[in-house]
């Protein structure tokens, strides 16, 4: 009981620390963005009643990694410099792309095979790194009291990869409505930060457990408070958009998190709403190019096909966050 409350104390300061953060970052980059005219254009495919929307600050991701930096005064903790090192990457390549189409004119920046490159690159630093710390010949794909999954270390590189990479898409395709990702990451990130404080991480040195538990837990809280103040600029209608800078640095977020915690697998759970979005694109693309024209949806990705069947945005986005929270929820039940 006294571990719990030590733990939800804890977590309650990196929240609020987060939240602060992200709402000063958020304060000042808003008429900054304005002044530089760092501004949205429009995907010219969606639906109409996102033309509106053209002209609205974008890159406010920004904030999201100014609320991570206290994991960088967890001195000596390498899995904190790691993760923070990984969402930072990601953040700085996110923003390349969102410059880029800035500059552009329109909503067209880096080619998506260098983004999957270099996203790529930084996830296999990031898990190349946080593999240093690790004594054991093989590394854990998912756990849950009584049993643990694990495979080869080459195997847990190569799907951790994957993980992060499909993650931080998964991610991006879902920013595509005010407040949609932002509300949608709160649900896996208080999962995982759950999770590790229910049981210890058991497969790594004692030491080492230490600090990715404190990793984890002091990420996860931080990046929810992050989610929490920039929703103030980014619910609808939005202020501000996170651009590619947030979502490929929340995706690496949450992503890396769910690496430190041993629950790589359980990503396709409790991120579930990320992975529907994500397939109902590639069930769109190749239904279109074997048919010759024709479409499942309405339009991909998933919550552009409720819009154009009618839905309010608003409503749309409350749905996505509550099968969000059910998923975390079922994620978490599923590990207990």
């Known amino acids: ?87 930072a990457a990601c953040a700085a390549i996110g923003f390349v792309d969102d410059y880029t189409a800035i500059r552009r004119g329109k909503n067209a920046g880096l080619r998506a095979r260098t983004k999957y490159l270099l996203t790529a690159l930084a996830a296999a630093f990031f898990l190349w790194w946080i593999g240093q710390w690790s004594t054991t010949a093989t590394d854990v794909l998912f756990r849950m009291p009584g049993f643990t999954l694990t495979c080869p270390h080459w195997l847990w590189f190569v799907l951790g990869i994957l993980a992060v990479s499909g993650t931080i898409h998964a991610v991006n395709l879902t920013d595509g409505l005010d407040g949609l990702a932002t509300g949608a990451i709160i ?36 990046g929810i408070g992050a989610c929490a103040g920039f929703l103030l600029f980014n619910r609808h209608p939005a202020k501000m ?9 929340l995706g690496a977020l949450l992503s890396g998190i769910a690496i430190l915690s041993g629950e790589m697998l359980l990503l396709v759970l409790v991120g579930g709403v990320f992975v529907i979005e994500a397939l109902s694109v590639i069930i769109q693309v190749l239904y279109f190019k074997r048919t010759g024209g024709k479409r499942v949806f309405l339009m991909s990705p998933l919550h552009h096909h409720f819009e154009l069947a009618g839905w309010p945005e608003t409503q749309v986005t409350s749905r996505f966050w509550l099968a969000s929270i059910l998923l975390s929820g079922l994620g978490l039940a599923v590990v207990r």
Request: aromatic share 12%; charged share 10%.
């Open 1 to 87: 009981m006294k571990y719990a409350a030590a733990v939800a104390g804890l977590g309650l300061i990196d929240f609020v620390m987060g939240f602060v953060l992200a709402v000063i970052a958020c304060a000042i980059e808003l008429p900054v963005l304005r002044r530089m005219q760092f501004r949205q254009h429009a995907y010219e495919d969606a639906p109409q009643t996102h033309q509106i929307k053209s002209g609205t600050p974008t890159m406010g991701g920004i904030a999201f990694v100014v609320a991570l930096v206290p994991l960088l005064a967890t001195f000596g903790n390498p899995f904190a410099i790691g993760l923070f090192f990984l969402v």
């Open 241 to 249: 958009f996170m651009g590619d800078t947030g979502s490929l640095a």
């Open 187 to 222: 649900p896996p990130l208080l999962a995982f930060y759950a999770i590790v404080a229910v049981f210890p991480l058991s497969f790594l040195p004692t030491v080492f457990a230490s600090a990715a538990i404190v990793t984890v837990q002091t990420a996860a809280a931080l």
